[in-house]
């Protein structure tokens, strides 16, 4: 997608096209060779190990997972023991969601709506708030988004967030990384709360589908780290752990070099760049 020029619009209007957005590709993207559901159907984990690891043990725990798309990653931490709870705004997607877990007979709850929009109906009771890996470019109101996570969370409970690194989205997608003076940054850095239209172009493709293009227009926004980790602790969350990444879970811009670990890096001739990050806050007790 090609950013076009800054939204006019108001912002209710910019999730009802990003809405729209999602419900078109939820089927493409539940068909999709990236997403990997037939090997999910056969047992394999699709999480990202790294993700696994640094989640740690989730057996017998209460888990939410915002903005689950069509709830593969929801019904993986439900394999390994959570008690889950999958919010999207998608209707198709958590339709797709639905199925899944009926299909596979694994216990999962699921809801349609806006996370900044759901209210008091989840107020303290998980014990793991997660999302992950796209997620953050889909909210305006960040402030909004780390209360909704600290009053979603029990006392004692947990959130992660592993997700792209605001400096990766920087960097330009039109043109390959192929040396450092390549890797120039093409889109910002500092958001400042009106999200960038971007319209489709004959070249673009979706990321998980290539065959795939939709004609939809999204409204993205931009979020410094910063801003993360401080509407994190207005809200009145502990940071109990921060990483940054140089590598990606898959090739989001052209140029990138896959490692035998499956992840995506920067060519050796550039200078590493952070391109993802993880956050572990914890609520406190008293
Ligand atoms: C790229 S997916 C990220 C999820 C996951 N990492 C994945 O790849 O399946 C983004 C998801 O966020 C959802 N979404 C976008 N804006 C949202 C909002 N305001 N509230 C809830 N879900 C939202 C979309 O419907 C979509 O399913």
Redesign the pocket.
């Known amino acids: 997608m090609t950013p076009v020029n800054r939204h006019e619009g108001n912002s209710d209007d910019a999730?009802v096209h990003?809405?729209a957005f999602?419900d078109e590709v939820t089927p493409v993207h539940a068909g999709s060779d990236f997403y990997r559901v037939d090997e999910f159907r056969r047992g394999a984990d699709v999480l990202h190990d790294f993700i696994v690891e640094e989640v740690g043990d989730v057996s017998g725990l209460s888990m939410l997972h915002?903005?689950?798309?069509f709830g593969?990653?929801t019904l993986n931490w439900a394999r390994l023991g959570a008690v889950v709870t999958g919010?999207?705004?998608?209707g198709a997607?958590i339709e797709r969601a639905r199925e899944l877990a009926s299909e596979l007979g694994i216990p999962a709850t699921f809801v349609r709506?806006?996370?900044?929009e759901m209210g008091d109906r989840f107020d303290g009771r998980f014990d793991r708030v997660f999302t992950?890996?796209?997620?953050l470019c889909?909210?305006g109101d960040l402030d909004s988004w780390g209360r909704v996570i600290a009053r979603a969370l029990k006392p004692g409970g947990v959130f992660y967030i592993a997700e792209f690194h605001p400096v990766m989205d920087t960097l330009q997608q039109s043109r390959p990384i192929t040396e450092s003076s390549a890797a120039y940054p093409g889109y910002p850095y500092f958001g400042d709360g009106v999200p960038l239209r971007f319209d489709p172009e004959g070249d673009d493709s979706d990321y998980a589908e290539a065959s795939f293009t939709s004609a939809k227009s999204t409204f993205e926004w931009f979020h410094p780290v910063s801003e993360v980790i401080e509407v994190l602790i207005n809200a009145g969350l502990t940071i109990k752990r921060f990483r940054e990444f140089p590598f990606v879970t898959y090739k989001a811009r052209q140029g990138m070099i896959q490692g035998d670990d499956g992840l995506w890096r920067l060519p050796p001739e550039v200078v590493p760049l952070p391109l993802m990050f993880s956050v572990a806050a914890v609520k406190a007790i008293a």
């Open positions: 999730y990003n809405e999602w915002l903005q689950c798309h593969l990653d919010v999207d705004i998608s997607s709506a806006n996370v900044l992950s890996i796209g997620a889909w909210i």
